[in-house]
């Protein structure tokens, strides 16, 4: 009986052993996705009463609708030489890798001339078309609202001309507009429009307001103010599912934003999470940290799932 016994504990463990290697193995071949999630670079001290405070949910309001320091972030990058790291993965429908883009770029601005030096370049697996282009039409997206518009770090070459140019240059500047002054009605996006403007009195029933005080990258004192969809609503309701906004507790300058957006229809199948995050060099905002993933099904294109980790460092003003 107890050789018996013995015998079945010893096949349990073999049993459980073998599902424990396979769970492992099955793992090691793909990677997490980058989660961007400011809250990550944030120590959260506590919930906030604002009013203690002498701030109201409508300041923070404003200051996100009034804010131009995010977006002129970016353009300030002009004055600067830095090193970008970025790095670029695509998955397949099983969400197992399947093509992976690196760069590690000295950037330079000197006398308004935009210049590259490749440090380090790798791509591996399938990124590429028989064109030498690549695959992800979010590749070029990204390039255009974050970067210098094809002459980055991704897309190189003059811009395609025609009809074709303008309707995809006017869709990623609405898109650009929707990330960097959020909140706004952005018109011209079929069935998305109406869902752009979350703090107007259609959307903000869906919607609540959470606020708290932290660290942001262990230094700087910071209200984080959170727009999230109420769990009594439906997804479907709303396409921002939330918007996290960092601001410098002295200044009241926006450091980093968080969006998650989810929506669907016969025009657009789309699930985004993207993290910006800025920090200041000689006194002047500019970009640190950018995260996204996401899964892109839009009409005349491959449907796209990526994730994306761009670093910038090093900031020495030209």
């Given at each position: 009986m107890n050789h018996e016994l013995s015998s079945m504990n010893y096949k349990k463990l073999l049993l459980a052993f073998c599902f424990l290697l396979s769970a492992f193995c099955s793992k090691a071949q793909q990677i997490n996705r980058f989660n961007p999630d400011t809250l990550r670079t944030i120590v959260i001290d506590s919930p906030v009463n604002i009013?203690?405070?002498r701030l109201r949910a409508q300041d923070f309001i404003d200051a996100v609708m009034q804010d131009t320091s995010?977006?002129?972030?970016?353009?300030?990058?002009?004055?600067?030489?830095?090193?970008?790291?970025?790095?670029?993965?695509?998955?397949?429908k099983k969400n197992k890798i399947e093509g992976k883009i690196y760069r590690k770029i000295l950037h330079s601005n000197v006398a308004g001339d935009h210049k590259l030096q490749?440090?380090?370049?790798?791509d591996s697996g399938n990124v590429l078309k028989k064109n030498g282009k690549y695959q992800l039409y979010t590749v070029e997206?990204?390039?255009?609202?974050?970067?210098?518009?094809?002459?980055?770090?991704?897309?190189?070459?003059?811009?395609a001309t025609g009809e074709a140019k303008t309707k995809n240059e006017g869709y990623k500047a609405k898109l650009k507009t929707l990330i960097f002054t959020p909140g706004r009605k952005v018109s011209g996006i079929p069935f998305i429009s109406s869902k752009t403007e979350i703090f107007g009195p259609d959307l903000r029933q869906f919607y609540r307001y959470e606020f708290?005080?932290?660290?942001y990258l262990d230094t700087i004192p910071v209200y984080r103010f959170k727009v999230i969809r109420k769990p009594s609503s439906s997804v479907d309701d709303v396409m921002i599912q939330e918007m996290t906004t960092i601001f410098d507790e002295r200044t009241f300058q926006i450091l980093g934003r968080y969006i998650d957006m989810k929506y669907s229809n016969m025009f657009f199948d789309f699930d985004v999470q993207m993290n910006i995050e800025l920090n200041k060099f000689d006194g002047e905002l500019l970009p640190t940290k950018i995260t996204y993933q996401g899964n892109w099904d839009i009409p005349f294109h491959k449907e796209e799932r990526a994730s994306f980790l761009i670093v910038?460092?090093?900031?020495?003003?030209e």
């Open positions: 009013r203690s405070h995010f977006y002129l972030a970016f353009r300030n990058m002009k004055a600067y030489a830095f090193i970008a790291e970025n790095r670029v993965f695509t998955y397949n490749y440090l380090a370049k790798a997206m990204f390039d255009y609202i974050f970067m210098n518009a094809y002459n980055s770090d991704f897309v190189a070459g003059p811009p708290a005080r932290g660290k910038h460092k090093d900031y020495k003003k």
